[in-house]
Every structure is written in C-alpha cells, then in structure tokens.
C-alpha cells in the first residue's frame, strides 16, 4: 500500500508531545513519526542521556530512548540549523538534517530536508519559519488509508494553518526564511506567540453637546445576523513514489549441440561415397533469457474533496432601547427630585398615564396597585406611595369615569 505523508506545525511543544502520544495510542509506529522543534532556551534538556550543553554544539547527541511521547522516539537528538539554532529532532528529520553535519551544523539545511520530502517549496518556507519562531513540527509517513486519522488528530490538538500564518508574516515584511538570519532569543519568541493569542481592544464612543443644550440620544439595538465563513484547517496529502522487491518464476528453454563418435565397421555403399568431399555442418544452440517490461496500471484513487451541507440554526440575543419619558413640571417643581411640592400636577400626570396604559385596563385598583406603586417608585425615588397614592387613586378613577 502507498505511503503518505502528514505533516503538522504547532506553536507549543506541548500540543506536538501530546500528538506523538495520541499517534502511538492509536498504533502508529514510532518509526513513521519525525519530530523538529526549537529549542532555543534549552528547556528539553529532559530528553538528554547528559546535561552537558557541548553537545548541542557538537552535533547529533542521543537522547534516553526510555519513557514515553517525543523521549520514545527513535534517533533523538541535537542539532544547529542554520537560521534557527538549536533544535529537538527525532525519526527520519534527525537523519536527514544530520547527514553531512559538521560542528554541531546540518548542512543540508530545513527547506531541503522538507522538499525532499515533496513539500512545494512555498510551504517548506513556511514550515521552517514557523520552527524559527518557536514552533514544533510533527510529520507522520503513513498508509494512504490513515491519512485523514493523522489529519484528525493533528487537528484536534490545534495545528497551525501554515498558509494564513505564512501571509500575516509576508503582511508584517517577511520575505521567505532565511538560513542567514540570526537564531529568534527566547524573549522574542515569546513575544511572537503573544501575537497569536492577544484581543482587539476598543475605545469608548465619543459623546456630543452643544452649548445651551443637553441632548439624550434615543438609541435602540437592532438584531443583525449575517454568516461568515470561517476555516477550521484542512487537509494536505503528499504522496510520495516507494519501491519493493518482486519475484516472478518463468520457464525458459535451451538448446545444446551434441557431437558424439562412435565405431561402425560395415562395408562403404554408394551414400558413403559423398564422404570423400569436403563438407561443413553447422549447428547453432539456442537459449531463452527473461526480458522484463513494467506496464503501469491504476489501482487505486485517492479523491480529495468537500461535502456541502446546509443547516438552519435560531439565534437567540437582547436588544436595548433607550426609554426617554417627558414631564412637564409646574413653576414650583423645577428642580424638585419627588412627585412634586405641594400643587400635585406630576401626581396627576402619573395617575393619567396610569388610566392609559393598555396593560390595565379592566383592572380594578385593587388589582393594579401593586404595579402602580412599583413604577411610582421607579420614577420617583425618595417619596413615600403612601403619601400620593389617594390622589393617585382619584385622578386615575377620575379619567376612567371619562372613558
């Protein structure tokens, strides 16, 4: 069955230790399972057999192949990347930058390893920058049929969608990686994951006034619902060329020339004359000999697409309104915080609109009170409905006789 390769890039170790895991639950050998990541602050000296930092620079040093997730991976070690610095690198990666290293240096370099690989050079850019920035690469080469599982897992631990990353960096003025550039300091990697984690914040909004006049915006909330497309990821194939021995048996045919003498003691006839003349008699001997040809046939179709559905969901939200209510005040409550001072007009336009309001109607006193006297308080805070609510009570029956 055809090999393919997955490939996944993640901002935190962690999240690439914990796929090694979940691959190793799910059966996958750890064989098939490669693994990069940044380590510039030195902080995966755990997988070391030693704790001596002269390996780092020395090249390729064996890690403790015991325990489980990225220490159980097999050809562990250390190299120097150029543009990167130091890295954490296991399975086939740690041959591949390894070959040829001197001092500590792969010098077949990232983007090599990776377009060997079949990854489009666009991408393996990409991928190499994202370990320069702190992050960790996990590939897995699998049967073509477990693919969209490595895929699945990945995903579900938060792989970085390498496209959208690699244009927000081209957006900010990068320009490709660079196997030139200094190595990115622990502080500034930090500080490159905060960008990927940090909210939009925004201002308050501006009020205005003018002079001799105060305005209150009337201001209602209307619910909108649009869509938006968002992405969650994807799925990237490689499918790459392997070959394996085969055996055939085929029967093949020979033929050998036999010369042979034999005594014979008989009289000459007249056929044995001819033997007095020259003659020359050739045999040829054959021998059949395989001939291979290879005839390339389709076996099998992996078809890559999209299954579109449409789903209908109910979006449930508040509104807010701004409720202005206008008073008019006699000369002598202007200014006055209650119900009024003494002549009772604001008591009669709290009992009139009382007698107006729709919620009411055919409701006795009896009945309405309590309401009454809960947006009494609303609107006047500070007085007492004890004091108010008789005349509230008798210009509210007073407009009801006039319905």
């Given at each position: 069955?055809a090999?393919?390769t997955?490939?996944g890039?993640?901002?935190?170790?962690?999240?690439?230790?914990?796929?090694?895991n979940?691959?190793a639950a799910?059966?996958?050998?750890?064989s098939?399972?490669?693994?990069?990541?940044?380590?510039?602050?030195?902080k995966?000296?755990?997988?070391?057999?030693?704790?001596?930092a002269?390996?780092?620079?020395?090249?390729?040093?064996?890690?403790a192949?015991?325990?489980?997730?990225v220490?159980a991976?097999?050809?562990?070690?250390?190299?120097?990347?150029?543009g990167?610095g130091?890295?954490?690198?296991?399975?086939?990666?740690?041959?591949a930058?390894?070959?040829?290293a001197?001092?500590?240096?792969?010098?077949?370099?990232?983007?090599?390893?990776?377009?060997?690989?079949g990854?489009?050079d666009?991408?393996?850019?990409y991928?190499?920058?994202?370990?320069?920035?702190?992050?960790t690469?996990?590939?897995?080469?699998?049967?073509e049929?477990r693919?969209?599982?490595?895929?699945?897992?990945?995903?579900s631990?938060?792989s970085?969608?390498?496209?959208?990353?690699?244009?927000?960096?081209?957006?900010?003025?990068?320009?490709?990686?660079?196997?030139?550039?200094?190595?990115m300091?622990?502080r500034?990697i930090e500080?490159?994951?905060s960008?990927?984690?940090a909210g939009?914040a925004?201002?308050?909004?501006?009020?205005?006034?003018?002079?001799g006049?105060e305005?209150i915006?009337?201001?209602?909330?209307?619910l909108?619902?649009g869509k938006?497309?968002?992405?969650?990821?994807?799925?990237?194939?490689?499918?790459r060329?392997?070959?394996?021995?085969?055996?055939?048996?085929?029967?093949?045919?020979?033929?050998?020339?036999?010369v042979?003498?034999?005594?014979?003691?008989?009289?000459?006839?007249?056929t044995?004359?001819?033997a007095?003349q020259?003659?020359?008699?050739?045999?040829t001997?054959?021998?059949?000999?395989?001939?291979?040809?290879?005839?390339?046939?389709?076996?099998?179709?992996?078809?890559?697409?999209?299954?579109?559905?449409?789903?209908?969901?109910n979006?449930?939200?508040?509104?807010r309104?701004?409720d202005?209510q206008?008073?008019?005040?006699?000369?002598?409550?202007t200014?006055a915080?209650?119900?009024?001072?003494?002549?009772?007009f604001a008591?009669d336009?709290f009992?009139r609109?009382?007698?107006?309001?729709?919620?009411?109607?055919?409701?006795?006193?009896?009945?309405?009170e309590s309401?009454?006297?809960q947006s009494?308080?609303?609107r006047?805070?500070?007085?007492?409905?004890?004091?108010?609510k008789?005349?509230v009570r008798?210009?509210?029956?007073?407009?009801?006789?006039k319905?």
């Amino acid at each position: 069955m055809a090999k393919q390769t997955v490939i996944g890039l993640f901002d935190d170790h962690a999240s690439a230790e914990r796929v090694v895991n979940d691959l190793a639950a799910r059966g996958f050998d750890r064989s098939d399972i490669s693994l990069v990541a940044n380590d510039v602050s030195g902080k995966y000296k755990k997988y070391k057999g030693t704790d001596t930092a002269s390996e780092v620079g020395g090249g390729a040093a064996k890690g403790a192949a015991a325990g489980a997730g990225v220490g159980a991976l097999l050809g562990l070690g250390w190299l120097l990347i150029p543009g990167v610095g130091p890295v954490l690198t296991a399975g086939h990666f740690a041959a591949a930058l390894g070959i040829g290293a001197a001092a500590g240096a792969a010098t077949g370099g990232i983007i090599g390893a990776l377009t060997e690989m079949g990854v489009p050079d666009e991408e393996a850019q990409y991928y190499a920058e994202g370990i320069r920035r702190g992050g960790t690469l996990v590939s897995v080469t699998a049967d073509e049929r477990r693919s969209d599982e490595v895929v699945a897992i990945m995903r579900s631990h938060g792989s970085v969608n390498v496209p959208e990353r690699g244009a927000q960096w081209r957006q900010s003025g990068w320009t490709g990686f660079d196997e030139s550039a200094e190595p990115m300091t622990d502080r500034e990697i930090e500080a490159e994951r905060s960008r990927y984690s940090a909210g939009i914040a925004s201002g308050p909004a501006a009020g205005t006034a003018q002079s001799g006049q105060e305005a209150i915006p009337v201001v209602e909330e209307q619910l909108e619902v649009g869509k938006r497309a968002v992405e969650q990821g994807g799925v990237r194939v490689y499918s790459r060329v392997t070959e394996h021995p085969v055996q055939e048996s085929v029967n093949l045919r020979e033929e050998h020339v036999e010369v042979e003498r034999r005594p014979v003691n008989r009289p000459v006839t007249s056929t044995d004359q001819a033997a007095f003349q020259e003659r020359t008699i050739e045999a040829t001997e054959t021998v059949e000999k395989p001939v291979i040809s290879k005839t390339a046939r389709v076996t099998e179709e992996v078809v890559v697409g999209k299954d579109v559905r449409q789903r209908t969901e109910n979006v449930t939200d508040t509104v807010r309104k701004t409720d202005v209510q206008v008073e008019r005040l006699s000369p002598g409550q202007t200014g006055a915080s209650g119900a009024g001072a003494g002549d009772g007009f604001a008591v009669d336009t709290f009992a009139r609109e009382l007698a107006a309001d729709e919620r009411y109607r055919g409701r006795s006193w009896d009945m309405m009170e309590s309401d009454a006297r809960q947006s009494f308080e609303r609107r006047y805070p500070g007085n007492k409905w004890d004091q108010f609510k008789d005349a509230v009570r008798r210009g509210y029956d007073k407009v009801r006789e006039k319905v």
